[in-house]
C-alpha cells in the first residue's frame, strides 16, 4: 500500500474536479450533476502512461538495466563478448572525435583479434543529435543486415544506435511512430531488438544503462526521444580508460548531467501516484516515479557526483575521481532509467533547441561546428530553482539533497534546524555555490536568453508531458498545464 501521504494528492485531485479545474469545464462538455473523480484523475499525467487506460492507480513498479562490466581495461574484451553472442555482423557506432581516439582504436583492436566477426563502421554520429543525423544512421543501419551493434562513444553515439537498432528491426515504421506522446505516437515496442553493447566514453548520460534515447526536432526548437525498456543495451562496457582523453568542458558537462539525473529522480513524485495504471505490463513506462531501488542508486549518485566531480574539474588526472563518476553515471542511469526526470530535463530541450536559432551560445571546449549548450549545462541553468521549486513536496527528500551538499548527515543541526518551509531556499543557494565552483555560466542569461525569450521556453516544455507529469507540483491539478510555475521557474534562473 503506499504511504497515507498519497491520499492528500488524491483529495486534492477531487477537489479540483468538484471546483471547476478538471480538463471538461470550459469546454462546451455536457455535466452530470456530480463529477467522477476517477475520470478526472485519468486526465492527469496521461503521457506519463502514454496510452488511454483504466483509471485505478499504479500499485507497482519494476526495475531494469544493462548488464554492466566495470574495470580499468575492460573493452579489450568486447571482441570476444560479441563472438560470445554469436554475432553474425556487427554495426559500429561512434562520432568523428571519438574515432580519433583510443577507446575506439580498442575497440577496432578486440573486434579484429577474433576470427570471422564481420564489422563495418559508422562514425558520423552528431553531437547532440537531430532528426536529420537520426535518420542518416537508421538509413545506414537498414542498408546493412547486421545482427549485433556497438556503440563506442557519449550519450549521443549511444542513443543514435539505440534509434538506429530499433528502426532496423521496424523497418517500415517512422520515427515519429515511436517518439514519446504527445509529440509523436508513443507506440510499444513489441518485436525484440539486436542485442546492443554499449562502451561509454563520457561520466554523464548513463545511457549505457537505460531504454531511453534523446533528439533534437529542429522544426519545433526542442528537444524528445523515445524511451522504452526494449532500447536499453544487454551490456554496458565501463572502461575508466575511456575517459582520459575527455577535455575539462566535456567532464564537467558529463557530471551535471549526473547530478540532475540523480536529483530529479529522487524527486519525482511517486510510483504510486502515477496515472493511470497500465492495464497490460509492457505498457508500464520506464519512466515511473520515485520508488525504493531507484532511491539508493540515485542517492549514492547523487553523494558520490558531489564529492568528486569537483575534483575531476580541478584535476582531470584525478583518476580516482574520474572513477567514481564513472561509477556515479550508471547508478544514476538505474536510477533515472526507472524513475525518470522531471523539471530540469524538460526545460533544458527547448534551451538547447532554441539556442540554434537564439542566442547561438557556443559552448567553450566543445569541438562541433555550430552552436552548442551542452546537455549537462542545460539541464543545470535551471536546477537551483527547479529544486527550490519542488522542495514542498516532500521536504525530507529535499533536506536529505540538502546534507549532501553540506557534506554532513540530515540529523546534523545545520541541516535539521532548518523549517519545513525554507528548504528550498537553502538547497538554491547550495545548488548555486556548488555550480559556481565548477564554473558553469550563472544562469540563462549567461548564455544569452532575456525575459523577452521566457514565453518561447515555456512553449517548448510543456509538450515534454511525459517528465513534466512526474515533477511534484506541475501535473498535480486536473486541467492545468504549469505554464505558470515553470514561467517561474525559468524567469528565477535567468541569472543568480
Not at 469545464?25 to 452530470?32: E, L, R
Not at 550508471?330 to 524513475?339: K, P, R, T, Y
Request: net charge neutral; aromatic share 8%.
Amino acid at each position: 500500500m503506499p504511504p497515507p501521504a498519497s491520499r492528500t494528492s488524491i483529495l486534492r485531485l477531487i477537489n479540483a474536479s468538484q471546483h471547476g479545474l478538471c480538463p471538461c469545464h470550459g469546454s462546451g462538455v455536457s455535466h452530470s450533476h456530480h463529477h467522477n473523480p476517477v475520470s478526472a484523475l485519468n486526465q492527469l499525467r496521461k503521457f506519463a502512461t502514454p496510452v488511454q487506460l483504466p483509471g485505478d492507480k499504479e500499485y507497482a513498479f519494476e526495475v531494469a538495466a544493462s548488464n554492466l562490466r566495470f574495470g580499468e581495461g575492460v573493452t579489450a574484451e568486447v571482441g570476444m563478448d560479441l563472438k560470445n553472442m554469436k554475432a553474425r555482423k556487427v554495426g559500429v557506432f561512434t562520432d568523428p572525435n571519438v574515432a580519433k581516439l583510443t577507446a575506439m582504436k580498442n575497440t577496432l583492436t578486440s573486434l579484429e583479434s577474433q576470427t570471422d566477426l564481420p564489422f563495418e563502421v559508422y562514425d558520423k554520429v552528431v553531437t547532440e543529435p537531430t532528426e536529420a543525423s537520426w535518420r542518416d544512421a537508421i538509413a545506414w543501419a537498414r542498408s546493412h543486415d547486421f545482427s549485433h551493434f556497438l556503440a563506442v562513444g557519449g550519450g549521443s553515439v549511444i542513443d543514435t544506435a539505440k534509434a538506429a537498432n530499433l528502426f532496423t528491426v521496424y523497418k517500415d515504421a517512422d520515427l515519429m511512430d515511436f517518439i514519446n506522446a504527445p509529440i509523436g505516437k508513443g507506440l510499444p515496442i513489441t518485436e525484440k531488438l539486436r542485442p546492443l553493447i554499449a562502451v561509454p566514453t563520457t561520466a554523464g548520460t548513463g545511457s549505457e544503462t537505460t531504454g531511453t534515447a534523446i533528439l533534437d526536432i529542429a522544426s519545433k526548437n526542442f528537444k524528445t526521444g523515445i524511451a522504452n525498456r526494449a532500447m536499453k543495451p544487454v551490456l554496458g562496457i565501463v572502461d575508466t580508460l575511456n575517459t582520459d582523453t575527455c577535455p575539462t568542458p566535456v567532464h564537467i558537462s558529463a557530471g551535471l548531467d549526473v547530478l540532475c539525473h540523480s536529483l530529479e529522480s529522487y524527486t519525482a513524485i511517486p510510483y504510486y501516484e502515477r496515472m493511470p495504471r497500465p492495464a497490460n505490463p509492457i505498457l508500464r513506462p520506464a519512466y515511473q516515479g520515485s520508488n525504493p531501488m531507484a532511491d539508493v542508486f540515485s542517492r549514492w549518485a547523487l553523494q558520490t557526483c558531489v564529492k568528486y566531480l569537483p575534483r575531476v574539474a580541478k584535476n582531470p588526472d584525478d583518476r580516482e575521481a574520474r572513477r567514481q563518476m564513472l561509477l556515479a553515471s550508471s547508478f544514476a542511469g538505474i536510477g533515472f532509467g526507472n524513475a525518470g526526470v522531471h523539471l530540469c530535463h524538460g526545460i533544458s530541450y527547448p534551451i538547447s533547441g532554441l539556442n540554434k536559432k537564439g542566442p547561438k551560445y557556443k559552448h567553450p571546449g566543445y569541438v562541433v561546428d555550430g552552436p552548442i549548450i551542452p546537455h549537462g549545462i542545460s539541464v543545470a541553468l535551471t536546477a537551483p530553482a527547479v529544486f527550490e521549486f519542488t522542495a514542498p513536496s516532500s521536504a525530507d527528500r529535499h533536506r536529505d539533497a540538502l546534507a549532501v551538499f553540506y557534506d554532513t548527515v540530515p540529523s546534523d543541526p545545520s541541516v535539521s534546524r532548518i523549517r519545513d518551509h525554507e528548504i528550498g531556499a537553502h538547497l538554491y543557494e547550495a545548488i548555486v555555490r556548488f555550480l559556481d565552483g565548477l564554473g558553469v555560466p550563472r544562469g540563462l542569461k549567461a548564455v544569452g536568453y532575456t525575459h523577452h525569450d521566457i514565453d518561447a521556453l515555456v512553449t517548448g516544455t510543456l509538450p515534454q508531458r511525459r517528465v513534466l507529469d512526474l515533477a511534484p507540483g506541475i501535473g498535480d491539478v486536473a486541467g492545468a498545464d504549469g505554464r505558470e510555475h515553470l514561467s517561474r521557474i525559468i524567469e528565477r534562473s535567468m541569472e543568480y
